[in-house]
């Protein structure tokens, strides 16, 4: 009879512990996801984020340079450089933008980056330095207010696209701590059962030394 209770409370910790194995695997699996996970919105934060920002640093400068050499088109002196300056502006900041575009883009970022495109391809393009000055007829007024404005929409787009960073920047962190916390229950989870595991060996024991008496 005491055989028969002993197999039947051994059957019973053999589950429990094989249960206990089985949420322990579990959990070191989630761990790894975790981790995966954890170190993925690093490389995004850096990659998509980080160094998106600095794209855009670098493209406002570039653009404020345009601006510098539209508006003050009736200080130069030697104004036979200024298309080529504002040309080779302009093929950087695409450059830049294309990096920008190998990113991991929402759908927001794509649609203001394609306005921001768009104007740099086509609303910037000066031809030739008479469309914004000449010694006859001095400043066209209307040719630069015209880039003016295209300009001042080129930066309304940056602008934009640098929030969306701080917004998504916003978020990969949200989700980075999330996962740092669900981490941190699955530790304490894993402590208390191994604990756990620690006292139904114990029993296991102390029944087996109890039942080895009853014999002898």
Not at 197 to 208: A, C, D, E, K, N
């Amino acid at each position: 009879m005491a055989a028969d209770k002993s197999k039947h409370r051994k059957f019973k910790i053999a589950i429990i512990l094989t249960i206990l194995i089985f949420l322990i695997f579990g959990k070191n699996l989630l761990e790894r996801r975790n981790f995966n996970e954890l170190g993925d919105s690093f490389i995004s934060f850096y990659e998509d984020r980080l160094m998106v920002e600095s794209y855009i640093f670098s493209i406002s400068e570039k653009l404020f340079r345009i601006k510098l050499l539209v508006n003050h088109c009736d200080f130069e002196s030697d104004y036979s450089h200024v298309i080529e300056d504002i040309i080779a502006y302009e093929n950087g900041i695409l450059k830049l933008v294309k990096d920008f575009e190998a990113t991991k883009l929402t759908t927001k970022e794509e649609g203001f980056l394609n306005d921001f495109k768009n104007i740099i391809q086509n609303n910037l393009r000066i031809a030739e330095y008479a469309e914004l000055y000449s010694d006859e007829a001095g400043i066209n007024e209307e040719n630069v207010k015209r880039y003016n404005a295209y300009i001042e929409r080129a930066i309304g787009d940056l602008d934009k696209l640098s929030q969306i960073q701080l917004e998504e920047g916003k978020i990969l962190a949200m989700n980075s701590d999330r996962v740092v916390n669900r981490s941190k229950i699955w530790a304490q989870f894993e402590v208390a059962a191994l604990i756990i595991l620690l006292v139904v060996i114990y029993l296991l024991i102390y029944t087996s030394k109890r039942i080895n008496d009853d014999i002898v």
